[in-house]
């Protein structure tokens, strides 16, 4: 399972990702903030020549989100749409769902409460 991380952050994002039935899962743990977000967006979309359609983003391990991910992840929405693909959201707890709620991102990429409940949808 490939992995990217920030080795120079005591809460760096880690991120690893796989695919599954055409479906990339990408699990993240730490912080997705400024300094993360080149590492959160290449996690979810890969190389722009095989950037994928269907993406599962499992933020169970994400203690803390700011802004820019939640710009990463409407733009990575943005993105899959227009190639008939999706984005959905697992394992977000509580503080970052709250931001999810708030900011109106879960109004528009689904969340469910386990990877395997956010591939099947």
Known sequence: MPETEQADRPHH??????TVDGVRI????????????????????GTPEAAPTRIVADLSGVSFM???????LIATH???QKAQGWVRIAGAQQPIQRILQVTGVDAFIPCHPTTEQAVTA
């Open 13 to 18: 994002l880690r991120a690893a990702y796989r």
């Open 26 to 45: 990408v699990t993240l743990h730490g912080e997705i903030d400024h300094d993360a977000e080149d590492t959160f967006r290449d996690a979810l979309l």
């Open 66 to 72: 700011d802004s820019t991910g939640v710009n990463v």
């Open 78 to 80: 943005l993105l899959t």
